[in-house]
């Protein structure tokens, strides 16, 4: 897989400029260990793509270069994940931050690190409803959508399907837990039964337990709203061997394709939600990805790529890679007016920045930042069909 260089604490430092000559730091904080850690190469990779298109152009304040400067949230390790900011911000002295992943740990560097500091997050999947009112001085944005949308859609899907009894499970965290209030509270205004919502802790090598209450409870489908790699899987394996459910509803930290390869054809007639469009942003990124992410359409690639590529356009359009010039700048090359650009058009949209005209930035996932950096988005409802996710409709 293609990766940019990574820079090192050996970088000179500019405080007030956040880059040192001609080169521009641009932490890219994922989960690459950890319960996600199938789904986080590929999302580093397509925000590392966003930047190497932009440093092929050469247009970028006159010829600056970005550098991603790798950080590993660990997706679950609030204080692992905050120390990982806080070296990436002083020591590598980052302009702004592609990330980070998961909701709690993109909450603690948020409130911990980079508000204190100043800088610029862009996170490309921490979908938790409690980040649309943290104190962040408007240094917070997001491109995938809150799950207070994700629970609606999910209910949707369920209602139009004609289901009508589904019990819960969902990892303790903020994710799990914001996921799961939404969608609960959705269904039952449709008319839908809640048996059972329980949490369940990542990490465990058995959960016969917690799908024993599941079954008890019972329900027509079991909706797992945890991850692919940990918990989610290991619920979904025991339901599965003990017969407590065969049909599963998933929330978007389970779609993997490590997912499929673990469960095998058992997994066949399941469904999902997992944040995407159908627009011609998103094929067209799919096929610059070949042969640099191992699944091209994955999970989040989209919403990464263009957390980078907003990162770059604020940079370009604010004239100054400095960290306050970058805050201000975002949302006025998200949104309209201005020329639309898609992937593949950052040369372009530099150019017409530099040029001193405006963008509206589309990108892969149909960017548009609405209230206080959120992102509108759509979301893909899928099932998985011999052996592989296949979306069925775009919501």
Do not use: W
Request: with cysteine; aromatic share 4%.
């Amino acid at each position: 897989m293609k990766k940019l260089l990574l820079a090192t604490a050996a970088s000179a430092l500019i405080a007030t400029t956040s880059y040192a000559g001609d080169s521009i730091n641009v932490g890219v904080i994922l989960g690459f260990t950890g319960p996600i850690e199938s789904l986080t190469p590929d999302m580093g990779a397509a925000a590392e793509l966003a930047m190497k298109e932009v440093n092929d152009s050469g247009k970028l304040l006159d010829g600056a270069t970005l550098v991603s400067v790798r950080g590993d949230s660990t997706c679950i390790d609030s204080a692992a994940a905050t120390a990982v900011a806080e070296r990436l911000i002083t020591s590598d002295n980052v302009a702004a931050i592609m990330g980070a992943d998961c909701s709690g740990v993109t909450g603690a560097i948020a409130s911990n690190v980079a508000v204190p500091n100043g800088v610029v997050m862009i996170s490309p999947s921490a979908t938790s409803p409690a980040l649309s009112s943290i104190d962040d001085n408007g240094l917070f944005f997001r491109t995938a959508p809150s799950d207070a949308r994700q629970g609606q859609v999910m209910a949707d899907v369920l209602m139009d399907k004609g289901i009508k009894e589904v019990a819960v499970t969902y990892t303790n965290n903020d994710y799990g837990k914001g996921l799961a209030d939404a969608f609960e509270n959705a269904f039952k205004a449709a008319g839908g039964t809640i048996t059972i919502s329980a949490a369940h802790e990542d990490g465990k090598a058995d959960y016969s337990a917690e799908v024993g209450a599941l079954a008890s409870a019972g329900g027509d489908i079991l909706a797992v709203l945890g991850y692919a790699d940990q918990g989610g899987k290991g619920i979904i394996q025991a339901s599965l061997d003990s017969g407590a459910f065969d049909t599963f509803v998933m929330g978007d930290g389970m779609k993997s394709d490590a997912l499929i390869e673990a469960i095998g054809p058992d997994l066949n007639g399941s469904i999902g939600t997992q944040p995407g469009s159908a627009g011609e942003g998103a094929k067209t990124l799919v096929g610059m990805l070949e042969g640099v992410a191992d699944t091209p359409d994955g999970p989040f690639t989209a919403e990464s790529y263009d957390a980078a590529a907003l990162i770059a356009l604020a940079i370009q359009a604010g004239g100054s890679a400095d960290r306050a010039s970058i805050a201000a700048n975002v949302l006025n090359v998200a949104n309209a007016p201005g020329e639309k650009i898609y992937p593949g058009e950052l040369d372009k949209a530099l150019q017409i920045l530099a040029d001193g005209g405006e963008v509206d930035y589309e990108g892969a996932s149909g960017v548009e930042l609405i209230g206080p950096g959120e992102a509108a988005g759509s979301y893909q409802e899928y099932e998985i069909i011999d052996g592989k996710f296949v979306t069925q409709r775009i919501r």
